[in-house]
């Protein structure tokens, strides 16, 4: 994968430590957690209803959606918890230089 | 014996996670899904709310997407009833005369809208919301500057005139009890509830019971049991569910206004099971046997009928969750708040956005609250942790609930 693919989405320091942030990196809404110091990054907004998964609750690899408890595995985007049924897409993450780098594909 | 066939009726939340988990579960056999509509497994949530305000289509209640759905290779049978269970031949026979065998059979039957037992009620223009059906009719008919009478001041009928107040509707709610929604908050939250309706311009009558609606020109016109009249165009009636259980009862199932089940969502029968709307069970939340019609419990209790029926050991007892949205306001309660209760407030309860902790001893039982999801997410943990909790901590504001 060449680097133009890597998208820089933000200072890595802006993610806080075992939670996650929401932002628009080139025109998508995307979440990033970080889990024990691993960032993962995933697209934003529920499969079920909607909600921005960044106003969620995240605990160990799990994002709780906040509108109706649905989860996913932050690292995959699979769906873990009903009533979600389909997964969200997750991205690639590669840390450098203190900066969090997307590939958006 | 090995379970070859299982066989799932009611095609609504309940009976669509059922089907859903039996394959997540890796359940290689057959699985028959009867649903007497003409829709594969929804949610209803929306019925009052989205989708009668004509924002969101049908679609969108829908538990899978179409490929989703056929990936679960289900024998669905939409548009028929089960019409009766012999349980010597593990057999279920249909409306259309057709009958199929079961190894486990999976009660979700639900409910239907109770009706109004006085002259006038089945009059054009007097309707109930279960149903996409429903709420498509419902929706049609709910025209700017119309009058709409809701009969029954509860969850469905409040949501229904919030709906319908924002389509521009002239609405008016009728009440039987002294309160909203009486049965399911505490006075402060009724009271809030009828300060909201209120200064959106729903009028409410509480106290009021409708004794008869007649045919007055192109409308109708309620009467109250204290003499008012009340004219309007049409009527949401919105009085409670009656439990689908005559299909159980008829099998010789224990019935108690609903099928009985424990907690592992068996039935008096070994190989049938019940959930959802239906189900009577011991809630240990609520510690009492009840039905408890929410779109949780739908969720949860397919989820564990399922997981049942594969001899998986499940004990069927979420902390209870509900919400409801009206207006601007999302209101969302966990646990089973009681009088018996102490009450905590965490910020301005005449504000739009706070938090009602209901106190056990040392324990949060149960809470509730307006605009406030995230506190309540925390004070989910508290609760299901069963934290012992200090009250004028659970009050202060600048004590984040993350931190108790």
Sequence with gaps: MSDSQWTDAAPLDEVPADDVIGMIVDGRDIALYNVEGEIYATDNLCTHGHARLCEGFLEGHEIECPLHQGKFDVRNGAPTCAPVTEAIRSYPVKIEAGRVFLSLG | MSTETIVIVGGGQAGGWAAQTLRTEGFKGRIVLIGDEPHRPYERPPLSKAILSGEAHADTAYLHKAEAFSALEVDWRPNVTASAIDTKTKALWLANGESVGYDKLILCTGGRARRLGIPGADLPGVYTLRSLRDAATLGDAMVADKRLLV???????????????????????????SRLCERTVPAEISTYLQRLHTAHGVRIELGAGVERLTASGSGLRA????????????????????????????????????????????????????????????NEWAGRRMRLESWQNAQEQGIAAA????????????????????FDVNLQIF?????????????????????MFFIDGEHVVAALGPNSARDLRFARRLIERRTHVNPALLADTQVPLAKL
């Design chain 2, 223 to 282: 009467t109250l049991n204290d003499g008012r009249e009340i004219g309007c165009d049409l009527v949401l009636v919105g009085v409670g569910l009656i439990a689908n259980d005559e299909l159980a009862r008829a099998a010789g199932l224990a019935c108690d206004g609903g099928i009985s089940v424990d907690a592992q969502c068996r039935s008096s029968d070994p190989d049938i099971l019940a959930a959802g709307d239906v189900a009577v069970w011991q």
């Design chain 2, 335 to 355: 646990g089973m708040p009681t009088p018996k209760h102490k009450i905590v407030v965490r910020g301005d309860a005449d504000s739009n956005a706070f938090v």
């Design chain 2, 151 to 177: 009969i029954g001041g509860g969850w469905i009928g409040l949501e229904v005139a919030a709906t319908a107040r924002k389509k521009g509707l002239d609405v008016t709610v009728v009440e039987a009890m």
């Design chain 2, 307 to 326: 997981r049942s029926a594969l001899g998986i050991d499940v004990n069927h007892q979420p902390l209870p969750w509900f919400w409801s949205d009206q």
